[in-house]
C-alpha cells in the first residue's frame, strides 16, 4: 500500500460549524482514520438499510438517463440490477433540481446536508464570508488558488463553512456505532475512513482544472488517472475491510474534462462516462459480490449539474483581468475591488468583493462611510448602506449592459442583475429582486410572469432557497445572471469565468436537472419510486435528496429546515 503524504492533520472547525466534530485526521497510505471504531463495536447495519451513493460531478439528467437506456453503460447498469427486461429494480426520478447557481460547491453541500443553501451557509464555489472578511475558495473560479481546492480534500478546508451538520454527523448522532466511508468527497465529516488518491494525482488534476485557461493540450488522462484511481482505493480497502453501511464514492473527472474539452459537452462526456468511468465501476461491482455486500443494499446515483457549452474567448468570459470585465464597471463606479487572490492583507480597504459561478457572480458591498479615505479597511461586520452603496452598484451593472459606457465589452451580456435591502449578519436575510433602473426593483415572480424565461425552471423558488435565510447573505448584495441558458447557441452566451469550453451554474433546464436513480435488488420500480417519491415531495430539489438518503438509512434529519415559500415552479 502506497504510504500517504503526510502522517497527521488536524482539522479545527470554526464555530459557524458547531455541529461538526473536530476531525482527527491519522494513518497510512490511501485510506485515513478519521474515527477511530472500538473493537468490539457492533454496526446497527442488521436492522437499517446499507448505503452505496455514488456521487457523480457534472452529469445532466437527460444525458445519463438516454447512456442507460440505451445500454451504453453495461458496467454501471449492471450495479443498478438491470436485467434482460430493464431496470426493474431501479426508479429514475424525472424531475429533480439543482440548486441556483446550478454549481458544484453549492450543490453537494445541500445534498450531504439535506438541507437549503440560505441554511447550511456553503452559497457557491466561491464566496465572502463578510463578518470574517474571508474569501472562502473551495473551488477556485476567479483567483488561482489550488492549494485551497487540494486542502478541501487533505485538510477538510470546505467543512469549516458549513453551518449545519452533514448527513453522516446526523447518522451517527443517532447510530453511534455506523460503519461510513467516504472517498474523495468535499463533504465528509461525520465518517469513519476518508479514501483518497494519491497527492500528485490529484494536485495534477485540480492545477490542471485552474489552468484551463491557457492553451496547454491538456490529456483527458489527467482526470482519468484520477477517477480510475479513486475506484481502485475503494476497491482495495473494501479487499482488506467489512464493508461499511455507507459508502460514498465521489468521481468529479466528467465535469472537469468537459469544462476544458474542446469537444460539445454532451460528446466529451458521453465517451468519458463510457471509456472511463464505467469500467472503473466494473471493478467496484465485481468487489462488492464478491463481498456478498450488494443483496440487501440501496444504491444512488446522484449528480450535481448539467453542462452548457460556451466559447472559450476573451470576449465571452467575464472574467478578472481587462477593461471589458466586470472589475472594471465597479472602480469606474467609484468601488476599490478587493484584488483576486486568495489570500489578501487585512488592512487592504477594498469596498467590493466578487465571487464567480459561472453563468452567476455574486457582488458583497462594504459600508463606505466606514472607509472613504481611501486608506482604512472598511467594517465588513456592518451591512452595507441600500441607497448609498448597493443601488450606486447595481445601477452601474444595469446601465452597463444597455449602453456599455463603462466597459465596452460588457454591454449586452447580462440577462438579469438582482439585489435586495441588507439586513445584519445574524438576521434572515431578504429574497432579491430584479433591478429594473433608477433605483427600482421588482419581484422576480412578478417580473418573470412579465418577462418570460422559457428555458428556466423553478427559478423564483430555487433562488429563494439561495439567498432568503439566516446565511443568505453569503450569496452577495447584487446578483449577476449573465446571458446563458437563455440562449440558444453558445456565441450568444456568456459566463464568469476564465476562458473555457462548457460551464453551467444558470437556472436553465439543461444546467439544472439533477439525474437520481435508486435501485434496490429486493424492491421493484413501482416500490421504489414510492419510497423515493414520499422522501423527495411534489417539488423536491439537491437538498431534499439529503433527506432522502437519511430516510433510506433509516433516520430522519436533526436539523430543521424553515418550509419552502409557496411559489410557482413553472413560471419561477
Wanted: hydrophobic share 40%; proline share 6%; net charge negative.
Amino acid at each position: 500500500m502506497r504510504s500517504w503524504w503526510f502522517a497527521a492533520a488536524s482539522v479545527v472547525l470554526t464555530a459557524c460549524s458547531a455541529f461538526s466534530q473536530l476531525v482527527k485526521v491519522v494513518g497510512e497510505g490511501d485510506s485515513r482514520t478519521l474515527r477511530t471504531r472500538a473493537s468490539d463495536a457492533a454496526s446497527d447495519a442488521s436492522s437499517r438499510s446499507t448505503l452505496l451513493i455514488l456521487a457523480v460531478d457534472g452529469i445532466g439528467r437527460d444525458l445519463l438517463y438516454s447512456m442507460l437506456t440505451d445500454g451504453e453503460l453495461p458496467e454501471l447498469s449492471a450495479l443498478l440490477g438491470k436485467a434482460d427486461a430493464g431496470f426493474t429494480h431501479a426508479y429514475f426520478a424525472p424531475e429533480v433540481l439543482t440548486t441556483v447557481p446550478s454549481t458544484t460547491g453549492v450543490a453537494w453541500a445541500s445534498i450531504f446536508t439535506g438541507v437549503a443553501p440560505a441554511e447550511h451557509g456553503f452559497s457557491g464555489n466561491e464566496f465572502f464570508v463578510r463578518e470574517k472578511k474571508q474569501f472562502a475558495a473551495p473551488i477556485p473560479v476567479s483567483v488561482h488558488a489550488a492549494d485551497k481546492a487540494l486542502k478541501v480534500f487533505t485538510e477538510g478546508y470546505a467543512h469549516q463553512f458549513l453551518c449545519v451538520p452533514t448527513i453522516y454527523e446526523t447518522m451517527r448522532k443517532q447510530e453511534p456505532n455506523i460503519d461510513i466511508w467516504v472517498s474523495m468527497s468535499q463533504f465528509y465529516n461525520g465518517a469513519d475512513r476518508l479514501l483518497m488518491t494519491r497527492r500528485g494525482v490529484l494536485g495534477s488534476a485540480l492545477e490542471a482544472f485552474l489552468s484551463g485557461h491557457t492553451d496547454k493540450n491538456l490529456p483527458r488522462g489527467v482526470w482519468a488517472d484520477l477517477d480510475t484511481e479513486d475506484v481502485q482505493v475503494v476497491v482495495e480497502q473494501l479487499g482488506e475491510h467489512p464493508v461499511p453501511d455507507v459508502l460514498t464514492l465521489y468521481l468529479f473527472g466528467t465535469d472537469n474534462w468537459a469544462h476544458i474539452s474542446a469537444q460539445a459537452p454532451d460528446v466529451s462526456r458521453r465517451s468519458y462516462l463510457r471509456e472511463i468511468i464505467d469500467p472503473a465501476l466494473g471493478t467496484l461491482h465485481k468487489r462488492l459480490l464478491e463481498k456478498h455486500a450488494l443483496e440487501d443494499r440501496y444504491v444512488v446515483l446522484v449528480s450535481d449539474h448539467g453542462h452548457t457549452q460556451v466559447l472559450k474567448d476573451d470576449a465571452h468570459a467575464l472574467s478578472t483581468t481587462d477593461a471589458n470585465d466586470p472589475p472594471a464597471v465597479l472602480q469606474k463606479a467609484g468601488y476599490r475591488v478587493r484584488p483576486f487572490e486568495g489570500e489578501v492583507k487585512d488592512t487592504d480597504p477594498y469596498q467590493s468583493v466578487l465571487a464567480y459561478q459561472g453563468a452567476v457572480a455574486y457582488l458583497y458591498l462594504a459600508d463606505r462611510s466606514t472607509c472613504a479615505d481611501g486608506a482604512t479597511a472598511c467594517d465588513w461586520t456592518r451591512p452595507p448602506r441600500y441607497e448609498a452603496d448597493v443601488l450606486p452598484a447595481a445601477e452601474a451593472f444595469f446601465r452597463n449592459n444597455l449602453d456599455g459606457a463603462l466597459a465596452a465589452g460588457m454591454k449586452g451580456t447580462l440577462d438579469l442583475v438582482l439585489t435586495r435591502k441588507p439586513v445584519p449578519v445574524a438576521e434572515d436575510d431578504l429574497p432579491y429582486e430584479v433591478y429594473v433602473g433608477d433605483g427600482k426593483t421588482e419581484p422576480l415572480e412578478a417580473y418573470l410572469e412579465a418577462h418570460p424565461h422559457p428555458t428556466y425552471i423553478a427559478f423564483a423558488s430555487r433562488l429563494h432557497d439561495l439567498a432568503a435565510g439566516p446565511h443568505g447573505e453569503r450569496a452577495g448584495d447584487v446578483l449577476l445572471l449573465a446571458h446563458n441558458g437563455d440562449r440558444e447557441q453558445p456565441e450568444d452566451r456568456y459566463y464568469f469565468a476564465s476562458p473555457y469550453h462548457s460551464w453551467h451554474g444558470s437556472p436553465s433546464r439543461e444546467d439544472s436537472r439533477m439525474p437520481l436513480i435508486v435501485a434496490h435488488p429486493k424492491k421493484t420500480t413501482a416500490e421504489l419510486k414510492a419510497i423515493v417519491s414520499a422522501q423527495l415531495g411534489a417539488r423536491p430539489r439537491a437538498q431534499d435528496v439529503g433527506r432522502l438518503l437519511l430516510g433510506l438509512r433509516g433516520s430522519s434529519t436533526s436539523f430543521k429546515p424553515k418550509a419552502r415559500r409557496n411559489v410557482r415552479v413553472d413560471g419561477g
